[in-house]
């Protein structure tokens, strides 16, 4: 699956339920981070809406009905790993786009943080 946003084309996530958590938190509030090829890694908070919070805290089994994207937790270390991620509201994360692993135009003070609630 294909998909073009902001003249990027973006990949189709593989992405599990044990390959992420929250971060720098609680358990259900935190910076999300995603496990890729041995390292966790941050995600960017571009174009990250409340709607995609949602799939995310969901696909780690936490609240969801009303998760928050959020910048509360400070940013991570290490690489940055998805950038432009858009997720189906009603899909599990394996279903969200980004520009591709690793491919990002952003620091750390945009790693995005997750309410789950």
């Known amino acids: 699956m294909e998909r073009k946003d902001n003249n990027f084309f973006l990949d189709q996530c593989t992405i599990t339920q044990a390959g992420l958590r929250l971060a720098g938190g609680s358990e259900n509030r935190g910076r999300l981070e995603v496990y890729h090829n ?7 908070d571009d174009a990250f809406s409340n709607a995609d919070a949602a799939v995310f805290c969901r696909s ?3 609240p969801y009905e009303n998760a928050e994207a959020i910048a509360s937790f400070g940013g991570g270390s290490g690489p940055i790993y998805l950038d432009n991620v858009n997720c189906d509201r009603h899909a599990y994360a394996s279903f969200c786009t980004h520009r591709g692993w690793g491919v990002h135009d952003c ?5 995005v943080g997750l309410n789950c609630q």
């Not at 620091?107 to 790693?111: F, K, L, N, P």
């Open 107 to 111: 620091g750390h003070q945009e790693d």
């Open 60 to 62: 780690m089994g936490k």
């Open 38 to 44: 041995g390292e966790w890694r941050t995600v960017c």
